[in-house]
């Protein structure tokens, strides 16, 4: 991380800006960051890349170009509305809104839910943690978890877990590679093991798990904690009539992905040259790329962007050209 008393000159203007990614281990995840994704790590076991994080602590630092060292934190206290979008920065401050991660699942993961923002605010003193989640590859008959089979109560889902039927009830969801799913606070779920995907979410670490397998961790030789008194109270037991999300993959356009209070995702596949104009948009940009490759030329400068990798353009750029033969991007935004 760069000192704060080294000064980032008015020379320094904001460009496209990718970030070095912070590994995360898990007790369930794999190698596929490694084998899929091209990421460089030598441990086992990490099942989580944060790309674009602001959370404390674990804060991503700027990869390359004169900003290099920088944290998210640092450049929007420097940059303000330049960075984040002038409304942006109005109602978040020197906070990021958004934390990007590609997630990859050997084993599942528990069954979890998160709190609303005012549970996160009044509990945590933190946001909520509402999510989505594309899903990059998923081995045959790989499955996530999304709310419930059948509508229940708060004593049955009680009896479930001392039981230990909690499974019987959830409800299931094979999926395959471009799938997309928004997870809003209270929703009951879990992803299962063999899929990778990329999760959009607000700035949030709060977790409930409800149901671990009764996984052990070594380190600790114990159960990971559960924290079902926290969680009961904050769980959606409504049944959804769907949960997956249906989208147009039309060329050369922003298709309208999943779209929330809290963020706006949208679907590009980048087929030749495409313009994008963000002049009018008061927000800060990011692009996932889950599949193929692509290069962004800006002010006369080309960066490349390959499947795996994310890049954050500063609100004050106003337009990219995309030049492709073939990519699918996620585009985010506020």
């Not at 799938?179 to 879990?190: E, L, Q, S």
């Not at 009539?241 to 590009?268: D, G, M, R, V, W």
């Not at 596949?269 to 948009?281: F, I, N, P």
């Amino acid at each position: 991380m760069v000192n704060l008393t080294q000064t980032i000159t008015q020379s320094m203007t904001l460009y496209p800006l990718k970030f070095k990614p912070l590994y995360k281990y898990k007790i369930w995840g794999g190698n596929k960051l490694r084998t899929e994704l091209g990421k460089s790590f030598t441990e086992e076991n990490i099942g989580e890349s944060w790309e674009i994080s602001d959370v404390k602590n674990d804060e991503n630092e700027v990869l390359e170009g004169e900003l290099k060292g920088f944290t998210l934190k640092q450049l929007i206290k420097k940059y303000k509305g330049a960075f984040l979008g002038t409304s942006v920065y109005n109602t978040f401050g020197n906070d990021f809104p958004l934390l990007i991660k590609f997630i990859d699942a050997k084993t599942p993961l528990s069954i979890q839910v998160h709190p609303s923002n005012e549970i996160a605010i009044e509990r945590h003193n933190s946001f909520g943690k509402n999510e989505m989640w594309y899903v990059m590859q998923a081995e045959k008959e790989a499955e996530l978890i999304v709310g419930f089979k059948e509508q229940i109560t708060l004593n049955q889902f009680e009896s479930s877990l001392e039981n230990n039927t909690l499974l019987n009830v959830m409800h299931n969801e094979v999926v395959k590679k471009g799938d997309a799913f928004y997870i809003p606070t209270g929703y009951v779920h879990a992803i299962g093991a063999g899929v990778l995907l990329a999760e959009i979410q607000q700035t949030s670490d709060i977790t409930y798990r409800i149901y671990d397998y009764d996984r052990i961790e070594e380190a600790t030789g114990l159960k990971r904690e559960l924290h079902t008194e926290l969680a009961k109270h904050v769980i959606d037991f409504e049944v959804h009539e769907n949960y997956k999300t249906t989208y147009s993959k039309a060329p050369n356009k922003s298709n309208t992905l999943i779209h929330s209070p809290y963020f706006k995702t949208n679907f590009i596949q980048v087929e030749g040259d495409l313009q994008k104009d963000y002049s009018t948009l008061d927000s800060f940009v990011i692009y996932i790329c889950v599949d193929g490759s692509t290069t962004l030329q800006w002010n006369n400068n080309v960066f490349s962007l390959k499947r795996g990798e994310t890049i954050l353009l500063p609100a004050a750029i106003e337009n990219i050209l995309l030049s492709s033969d073939y990519c699918q991007l996620l585009e985010v935004y506020l």
